[in-house]
């Protein structure tokens, strides 16, 4: 097996549900933001791609749209490694056929954890078919993306 790179960062989502596309928009922007030694990944077909994506390595972020009846552009963090993921959390909306909940417990199980893992859940209002954000999930990306993009310089010096 190829090297991994250090770190990653990966977005979930649908482009074609509206708020669904969160993840998505906010890797797609640290493409253009972080040092090319992070891994960039938008999108998966499967959640349980996940557990080889981020096996081995020093950092995992993910991100997704969440639906949980909060305010629009609320921000759920997690300590995917010391704290439980609310299943039903990152599900209801959810395109992956294995929610991000059961792959941290497999992976757990399988000791294919990465050495931090961090879950960010953006609040979506607009599940429906079409492209865009909606302003309160635009604004909420564009936070995470802001603090990810910190984090990752502190992270380095």
Known sequence: MASKTKDIVIGLGNDFRRD??????????????LPQEIEII???ADGT???????????CIVIDAVK????????HEFDGLKQNIPEDLFSMYSSHAFSIAKTIQLARTLKKLPAKLVVYGIEGKDFSAGQGLTPAVASAADNIIRKIVKDTELSST
């Open 42 to 44: 938008a999108g998966l």
């Open 68 to 75: 949980s009846g909060s305010k629009p552009g609320m921000i």
């Open 20 to 33: 669904d596309g969160v993840g998505l928009y906010v890797t797609r922007q640290l493409k253009q933001l």
């Open 49 to 59: 791609d996940l557990i080889e994506l981020w096996d081995g390595r020093s950092l």
